[in-house]
């Protein structure tokens, strides 16, 4: 069954120091996205994306924030500047259109530790 | 966005039925009803949706109720793989919405 990886499984990182997590979303999906979950907390929303731009963002998806997709395949998000508080788990999804709507598979994540 | 109400936690005893109940008293008409679930360590994985019908897959059934202000997922026979937070959310049927998730319903299950 096709799905959705990510790499790396843990990073560390100095706070300053620049990250980009990768995914490779299902090769036939329309849409992506990137989540993220604080050790105890929520899943929270950061920011979908289709036809190679952004089609939703919220709050915490400021300007330390971005995401591309460099080829056909991979997906990544990139933070500029880590702070001690962006320290959690960072999960891909991606999904189909239509006749799945919604249906958003993810990936097993990233864990980012900033110290 | 539309709030779900579900208990903080369950237990069920392995291979019993469990009923994990989801109340959404202001859906709107056009909002799917979807459920996913996170084992530990994991990334939260689909489950099942419905809008109107109960539904069933190799997972799970779906029930919803005739009003569509509640719902519930219904695992036919727990096992200790199905320990996990199962979340209730509603999403507008764009093909391109962001979850929300809320704190979801801990199931335990118990050998």
């Known amino acids: 069954e096709p799905e959705v990886t990510q790499t790396p499984s843990h990073q560390v990182t100095q706070m300053g120091q620049e990250v980009i997590l990768h995914c490779v979303p299902i090769?036939?999906?329309?849409?992506f996205y990137w989540y993220r979950q604080i050790l105890g907390q929520k899943v929270e929303f950061l920011v979908s994306?289709?036809?190679?731009?952004?089609?939703?963002k919220s709050e915490i998806f400021d300007d330390q924030f971005s995401v591309e997709r460099p080829d056909g395949s991979n997906f990544t998000l990139k933070i500029r500047s880590t702070k001690l508080e962006d320290s959690a788990m960072y999960f891909c999804?991606?999904?189909?259109?239509?006749?799945?709507?919604?249906?958003?598979?993810f990936g097993p994540g990233t864990r980012l530790t900033v110290l | 966005d539309a709030k779900t109400t579900q208990p903080n936690s369950m237990e069920s005893n392995e291979e019993e039925p469990v009923h994990l109940p989801c109340n959404h008293s202001?859906?709107?008409?056009?909002?799917?009803i979807h459920w996913y679930r996170q084992l530990p360590s994991q990334g939260p994985e689909y489950v099942i949706h419905?809008?109107?019908s109960n539904v069933n897959n190799r997972m799970a059934s779906l029930a919803i109720a005739e009003d569509r202000k509640s719902s519930t997922l219904i695992l036919h026979r727990a096992t200790l793989r199905d320990a996990a937070v199962y979340y209730c959310?509603?999403?507008?049927?764009?093909?391109?919405?962001?979850?929300?998730f809320g704190k979801g319903t801990r199931l335990s299950v118990i050998a």
């Open positions: 090769s036939n999906h329309l849409y």
């Open positions: 959310i509603l999403s507008a049927s764009s093909g391109n919405t962001p979850l929300v």
């Open positions: 202001t859906i709107s008409g056009t909002d799917y």
């Open positions: 999804a991606s999904s189909d259109d239509f006749l799945l709507r919604d249906t958003q598979y």
């Open positions: 419905g809008l109107t």
């Open positions: 994306f289709y036809n190679n731009e952004i089609s939703e």
